[in-house]
């Protein structure tokens, strides 16, 4: 029986995610002017930005009860073509 002796071993890696909260007052009205702006209906615009439409009118209302991610406004601003000015500077 051979055993293969193998020198370059994968290294364990570790990733530290930092959670960062801020608030964006206003963003659920600067992402309902953007949608009314837009020609695609609300139902095209969420299917593209893959966001429930329940969840887009909460966004809009600013009825969120738990912190957006930031993937999930990188994926409206890329939909609508804008930048909603969310910054964790």
Known sequence: MRFAIFTNMVKVQVKRTVEVVREFPGLGERIKNARESDRR???????????????????????????????????????????????FD
């Not at 409206?76 to 000015?85: A, K, N, Y």
Request: proline share 2%; with cysteine; hydrophobic share 30%.
């Open 41 to 87: 209906s609300l139902v095209q615009i969420c299917r593209d930005s893959g966001v429930s439409r329940p969840y887009w009118y909460h966004l809009e209302n600013e009825e969120i009860y738990s912190c957006v991610s930031e993937a999930t406004i990188r994926k409206i601003e890329t939909t609508l073509g804008i930048d909603l000015g969310v910054t």
